[in-house]
């Protein structure tokens, strides 16, 4: 008599994923926040992966008969094949929470480098995916790298964090001036309101082996301001781009406000020679002042014997009580001028240039130094005279001005 057959002995499970749970198991032998041991059983063999970043051991166990095994990145897939798209759950483990088919890559990549290890083993690299990034500033300075660890929301990956993007600058500062300024600055930034900060050193390293960094191609933005010809104080210029700044409306620290800066300060050393004010209290209006005074400079300059010029009048300058007549000596001066009064400097340099006049400038004799009046002399004669937005010169001007005029032989037709 023939066996009994139960059909159901041939039945095939649809689900391949519950096959492969029923083939194999894992199992969490053990965990903390560095190490752990994962056990894979089948039905004729129980392996161990046994990562211990505290003492520096990596390997594949047989539970059985205690042969150690190499981990190499094809043995690790192979030993994970089983999970398929499931991920085995390491809460404690802080640098790898979950294991994966996806994570071999990442675990490969800690256990093979010194330096990564070392830091996993100070839990440096929570939600960090991309550990090389980070190696040459923990390469330079654990102490610092721990305690901006601490004290930052956060250093993970992400180009819009602002903690992050500051390392360059944090570690170049710590290069160059020491611990104690570099925390000044990561101090700094974590108490102002700024929302983002960036720096063109960010991606401006070369790398030598073991991630050390070489050579810093192109230093701008903050690092560049502390160098000739600007040689800002590294503290003011700290508190200005994180409290002042953010008190102007500026919420970002990008690549426009370090351009807008810089432009700001080259400007002056155009103009003057020197750098006059080196925080302005509205940068981006002082920007574009600086900016005009360039041009209107650019236009005077045109006028190449100015000096001469002045010289054919210097006899004109006059200091009385209460106002005083200053000749202008230099295409600077023509400049300001036209700035500090919002009047067209163009249409008196083109009259200079073809000498069909002069200008000269009324002031209060307590403030020589600061704009009045414009005044346009053609031949001996004054027929124009302006003040801030083109106003009218007042009774008690026009009355100097007679008095000046008569004593010095001009007209005055204003």
């Not at 330079?140 to 964090?161: A, C, G, M, V, Y």
């Not at 102002?192 to 960036?198: A, L, M, P, R, V």
Request: proline share 3%; charged share 25%; glycine share 4%.
């Amino acid at each position: 008599m023939a066996p009994t057959v139960n059909i159901r002995d041939y039945f095939l499970d649809k689900d391949p994923q519950a096959y492969a749970k029923a083939a194999s198991s894992y199992e969490v032998v053990l965990q903390n926040n560095t190490d752990f041991i994962i056990s894979r059983k089948t039905a004729k063999t129980e392996r161990e992966l046994v990562i211990l970043i505290s003492q520096g051991l990596f390997y594949f166990k047989e539970a059985r008969g205690g042969g150690i095994e190499e981990i190499t990145l094809s043995k690790l897939k192979t030993y994970l094949r089983d999970l398929k798209d499931d991920s085995i759950t390491l809460s404690q483990v802080l640098w790898l929470p979950e294991l994966s088919k996806d994570t071999t890559e990442r675990l490969m990549n800690i256990i093979s480098n010194e330096v990564f290890g070392d830091m996993c083993r100070h839990n440096m690299l929570t939600e960090i995916s991309d550990p090389a990034w980070y190696a040459g500033y923990w390469k330079q300075n654990e102490k610092l790298f721990i305690k901006l660890h601490s004290i930052f929301p956060t250093i993970k990956d992400s180009s819009s964090n602002k903690y992050r993007a500051s390392l360059p600058i944090i570690f170049e500062l710590d290069k160059r001036f020491g611990y104690n300024e570099a925390m000044f600055f990561a101090e700094t930034l974590l108490q102002s309101g700024i929302e983002q900060y960036t720096s063109s050193t960010e991606n401006n390293w070369r790398y030598g082996n073991n991630y050390e960094r070489i050579e810093n191609i192109d230093l701008k933005g903050f690092l560049q301001l502390l160098d000739e010809p600007y040689s800002l104080n590294l503290r003011r210029l700290v508190e200005y781009i994180f409290y002042d700044a953010y008190s102007q409306g500026i919420a970002k620290i990008d690549q426009s406000f370090w351009k807008t800066y810089e432009d700001y300060l080259a400007m002056q050393i155009k103009v003057f020679g020197k750098i006059r004010e080196k925080y302005p209290k509205a940068l981006k209006t002082e920007h574009d002042i600086m900016a005009l005074k360039v041009n209107a400079i650019e236009i005077v300059a045109k006028c190449e014997d100015f000096a001469a010029r002045s010289a054919e009048i210097s006899e004109l300058a006059y200091t009385g009580k209460s106002y005083s007549i200053v000749v202008p000596d230099a295409p600077q001066q023509i400049a300001d001028e036209g700035i500090n009064l919002s009047h067209c400097v163009g249409s008196y340099v083109d009259r200079i240039i073809k000498g069909d006049c002069h200008i000269l400038f009324l002031r209060k004799t307590r403030s020589p130094d600061q704009s009045l009046v414009t005044l346009q002399l053609c031949g001996g004669r004054v027929n124009q005279a302006e003040g801030n937005h083109r106003r009218r010169i007042s009774e008690e001007e026009r009355r100097f001005l007679r008095n000046w005029g008569q004593e010095k032989h001009i007209q005055i037709a204003v």
